[in-house]
């Protein structure tokens, strides 16, 4: 007896087990296991014709769920190979984890198509980007209309933050999440500039002429609020104010293109 009839008998005796007890965890475990190049391959097969951002994982995994669903529905009476019965199983489920993905709803997607295919018509056509204008004509559609169609499929675009950006030579690539602008955070060049802008301001006065101009201009206290804190009257701070300025006018006019 060949090594392939000793293997495929061992196979069907497995199915033949699992059938009289599909309780057991382990013979289950073992088809699974028999079975998963067909998933890994039906997958990546998949995920090669997809944009960036699924992850092969994501296919994977549901696939393995179409395979165990297979596992439980299959029929050794009925004649048919599994190899045959359980592909269609497997692959709707990756296709029904691709659509779970996709909350953009088909009829939006269909407009963002039609926008996106005239835009490259025009711009072929005229050499140029399109106009609002050019757009609702070549598609046919009131302006207001394309505006709305524009609304609706703004944001259709996604990229997942995992994506990969680019390779290195260490372990670890670079994501797209990490070359994201923090818009909320301060930029560290601004602040630099802030404290260089202070130190030029307030050199050669006094102490209280110092806060004055640091809590006036970089803090934005009234003139009322900093006479509090100073222990001053709001007109002492006023005048005060008015002189350091007039002076620091008079120091720094040659600095004014640095500010």
Request: net charge negative; aromatic share 8%.
């Amino acid at each position: 007896m060949s090594v392939a009839t000793t293997a495929l008998t061992e196979i069907e005796e497995l199915w033949v087990r699992f059938k009289e007890d599909t309780s057991n965890t382990e013979l289950r475990n073992r088809l699974i296991e028999q079975y998963m190049p067909l998933v890994r391959n039906r997958g990546e097969r998949i995920w090669s014709r997809l944009p960036e951002g699924i992850e092969l994982d994501d296919l994977i995994s549901a696939g393995t769920f179409g395979l165990m669903d297979a596992i439980n529905a299959f029929d050794l009476e009925r004649g048919v190979r599994f190899e045959t019965f359980c592909i269609p199983r497997i692959q709707g489920a990756m296709l029904d984890e691709l659509r779970s993905m996709d909350w953009v709803p088909r009829l939006v997607r269909s407009k963002a198509s039609k926008i996106n295919e005239a835009y490259k018509v025009l711009e072929c056509k005229l050499a140029r980007k399109p106009s609002d204008d050019e757009m609702a004509e070549h598609l046919q559609v009131p302006l207001a209309e394309f505006e709305k169609m524009l609304t609706e499929t703004h944001g259709v675009n996604l990229t997942s933050l995992d994506r990969k950006w680019f390779e290195t030579d260490s372990y670890r690539d670079i994501r797209e999440i990490d070359i994201l602008a923090d818009k909320r955070g301060e930029d560290p060049t601004e602040r630099l500039r802030k404290v260089e802008m202070v130190r030029a301001f307030t050199r050669g006065l006094t102490k209280n002429e110092r806060l004055i101009i640091i809590l006036y201009y970089f803090e934005e206290m009234t003139m009322k609020e900093i006479g509090l804190t100073l222990d001053l009257s709001e007109s002492r701070v006023s005048q005060m104010h008015s002189t350091i300025v007039e002076r620091m006018r008079k120091l720094l006019l040659h600095r004014v293109g640095d500010f």
